[in-house]
């Protein structure tokens, strides 16, 4: 049916990549691109053989100009960004340049700021649309399945929906004492930002894991969850109606978190460039370059993730709780594709939305959060593609 060119090509990319070719009658040809080829064609090389035809290139997402070439010599129907956040804008603006549409799954932030928002992305609406064309953002789980599965509650479930709780629990063990499951830099820089939720119409700021709460998740047991700022916050409060209070929590050990501390006070978490022996280098980026690779993670972990959305509301003037949730196993992911649940839970939805954007299910003009197309289509593929979720009607709440 169509074409896909996919940049980057690291854990995320690896199981996206491979679910396309299992749907290989929506994914005839692909194209990896990514900043080292050579990951790419190790990829290819491992595929080859099936029905979806793959190509491999170099290209530095951060050149509009390179970008450009890439897609007009391949010209794909989509192009998929699963680079890192960093390159949403400028292939943004080689999508827009060639009128090709584009699907991410982390918004826009500046290198030197640790401060996403959707702002800059928001911003191409207007041209996108004049453009014909459709830019879908944050498509994997969270942001992704959790506006999918905050759509699906409004549409089927309430006439208002009050109050959102996401929970994101991840109860996998690496054996490592400290180690993050995805790009180490986008990780840390998100979890020592200061928190925040959106209540009664504003942004309310904590400091950095200041709220904690411990939860109960089904599958899982008890874990302690911390407060964090999380960017389908920001897109929910405006596409959710009625909503009057969204937070996200996600699950930390202690380990992990007295690591962190640890060396955030001695400054190996600062984006702020210092000088070592005449070179300029970043505190963050050189401690990625020390801790495993999070790809080097999926043959160790095991464990299940636990991700999901509780909603309170009403319907018909009663009211309403509702949760629902996805558990994914580490060990059952790496059997399949190679990668832990996190990349897998967010590689499958993208190749989702990415299908769906193919066969011109969810097809506008502009540029569009996950939550703003219908969710019916994207939660009948979460079951068929490898991500089933589980209803309850009757959930603990969080205080
Ligand atoms: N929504 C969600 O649920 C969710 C969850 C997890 C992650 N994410 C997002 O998913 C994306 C991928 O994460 P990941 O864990 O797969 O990261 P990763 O393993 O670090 O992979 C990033 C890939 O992008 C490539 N890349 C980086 N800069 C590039 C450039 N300038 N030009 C071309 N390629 C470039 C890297 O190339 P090299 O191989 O040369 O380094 C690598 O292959 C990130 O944006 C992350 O924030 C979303």
Redesign the pocket.
């Known amino acids: 049916m169509g074409k896909a060119l996919i940049?980057?090509?690291?854990?995320?990319?690896?199981v996206t990549i491979r679910k396309c070719c299992q749907n290989s009658d929506v994914f005839k040809e692909i194209m990896i691109?990514?900043?080292?080829k050579r990951?790419c064609d190790e990829l290819k090389a491992k595929l080859d053989g099936g029905k979806t035809i793959i190509h491999t290139a170099q290209?530095?997402?951060?050149q509009v100009d390179q970008l450009i070439a890439l897609i007009e010599s391949f010209k794909p129907d989509l192009v998929i960004?699963?680079?890192?956040?960093?390159?949403d804008l400028t292939i943004m603006d080689a999508c827009l340049a060639t009128k090709t549409n584009y699907m991410?799954?982390?918004n826009y932030e500046p290198l030197d700021t640790a401060k996403f928002e959707y702002k800059w992305q928001w911003a191409y609406r207007k041209k996108f649309e004049e453009a014909g064309i459709m830019a879908l953002l944050?498509?994997?789980?969270?942001?992704?399945v959790t506006g999918v599965f905050s759509a699906y509650a409004q549409k089927h479930y309430f006439d208002e929906i009050h109050y959102i709780d996401i929970l994101d629990a991840n109860a996998g063990d690496h054996g490592y004492p400290f180690a993050t499951n995805?790009?180490p830099e986008?990780n840390i820089r998100e979890v020592t930002s200061k928190g925040s939720y959106w209540e009664n119409g504003e942004w309310v700021e904590t400091e950095p894991m200041e709220i904690k709460r411990i939860y109960n998740f089904p599958q899982i047991g008890e874990k302690d969850m911390y407060l964090l700022h999380h960017e389908e916050l920001e897109s929910l409060a405006l596409n959710i109606k009625g909503i009057k209070r969204i937070r996200f929590f996600m699950t930390f050990g202690q380990s992990y978190l007295t690591h962190l501390k640890c060396l955030e006070n001695v400054g190996m978490t600062s984006i702020e460039p210092i000088d070592y022996n005449g070179m300029q280098i970043v505190p963050l980026q050189f401690l990625k370059a020390v801790l495993p690779d999070?790809?080097s993670l999926g043959p160790r972990t095991k464990g299940k993730t636990n991700i999901g959305c509780i909603f309170q509301g009403v319907k018909e003037g009663k009211p309403r709780t509702y949760y629902v949730y996805n558990v994914c196993d580490h060990e059952e992911s790496y059997k399949e594709v190679e990668s832990q649940a996190?990349?897998y839970?967010?590689g499958v939805?993208a190749m989702i939305g990415a299908m769906l954007m193919l066969k011109g299910i969810w097809n506008k003009p502009g540029v569009y959060n996950v939550e703003e197309f219908d969710p019916d289509p994207f939660m009948e593929a979460l079951n068929k593609w490898g991500l089933p979720w589980i209803e309850d009607f009757n959930p603990t709440l969080v205080d």
């Open positions: 940049i980057g090509c690291g854990g995320v990319a690896n691109a990514s900043r080292t990951k290209v530095d997402a951060d960004n699963l680079a890192l956040p960093y390159q991410d799954t982390a944050g498509c994997g789980f969270d942001p992704g995805f790009n986008i999070p790809a996190i990349s839970t967010t939805p």
